[in-house]
T-cell receptor, first 115, second 113 residues
Framework: QQQVKQSPQSLIVQKGGISIINCAYE??????FPWYQQFPGKGPALLIA???DVSEKKEGRFTISFNKSAKQFSLHIMDSQPGDSATYFC??????????????WGLGTSLAVNP | EPEVTQTPSHQVTQMGQEVILRCVPI?????FYWYRQILGQKVEFLVS????????KSEIFDDQFSVERPDGSNFTLKIRSTKLEDSAMYFC???????????FGPGTRLTVL
């Protein structure tokens, strides 16, 4: 119930192509779904996040699509660039009574964009 | 731009030794977290901290682990008696409010020999 499943584990895309990473969750109490980008030697950095009251959110070349009934969400990177080469993590969390919002993470996707 | 910092970047220790991992969260943030990532595995939540007490901890966070905010700026994770399986990258994170974005530090790579 606490798991977030992410696929694919690795992805190679040509420059200018679309990168798509998928995540699925079980716990219907999750109400916040962020995507993090991590470069080698750095901590994860928030890329974009969505809440379940919308089906899509777009920020520049990055779009989250959210399917509440299927309990799935995905990250689309349009016009992928070599600088997008990084590891991408999806995560989920829920509002709880405690003073925190712990993140449940996917396993990560290593994206390589070929020039 | 404010950022979360962590020291040291790499810590090597012998099994059974105590280690303290240090974090300086963003100054106006009130919620603090530790996560860890074993090589090749997913990032896992360890503990959250607010108002000088633990808000939630995972089953990984057993009696060997403790957290402390000894002053107004530092947030530490102590492992009393390290085990081989504690080898991982440890990330500190902070957020301004409960549901706010969590900002992560660069991590401390802990290697237990």
């Amino acid at each position: 119930q606490q798991q977030v499943k992410q696929s694919p584990q690795s992805l190679i895309v040509q420059k200018g192509g679309i990168s798509i990473i998928n995540c699925a969750y079980e716990n219907t109490a999750f109400d916040y779904f962020p995507w993090y980008q991590q470069f080698p030697g750095k901590g994860p950095a928030l890329l974009i996040a969505i809440r379940p009251d919308v089906s899509e959110k777009k920020e520049g070349r990055f779009t989250i699509s959210f399917n509440k009934s299927a309990k799935q969400f995905s990250l689309h990177i349009m016009d992928s660039q070599p600088g997008d080469s990084a590891t991408y993590f999806c995560a989920a969390s829920r509002t709880n009574a405690g003073n925190n919002r712990k993140l449940i993470w996917g396993l990560g996707t290593s994206l390589a964009v070929n020039p | 731009e404010p950022e979360v910092t962590q020291t040291p970047s790499h810590q090597v220790t012998q099994m059974g030794q105590e280690v303290i991992l240090r974090c300086v969260p963003i100054s106006n943030h009130l919620y603090f977290y530790w996560y860890r990532q074993i090589l090749g595995q997913k990032v896992e939540f360890l503990v959250s901290f607010y108002n000088n007490e633990i808000s939630e901890k995972s089953e990984i966070f057993d009696d060997q682990f403790s957290v402390e905010r000894p002053d107004g700026s530092n947030f530490t994770l102590k492992i009393r008696s390290t085990k081989l399986e504690d080898s991982a990258m440890y990330f500190c994170a902070s957020s301004e409010w409960q549901g706010g974005e969590q900002f992560f530090g660069p991590g401390t790579r802990l290697t237990v020999l």
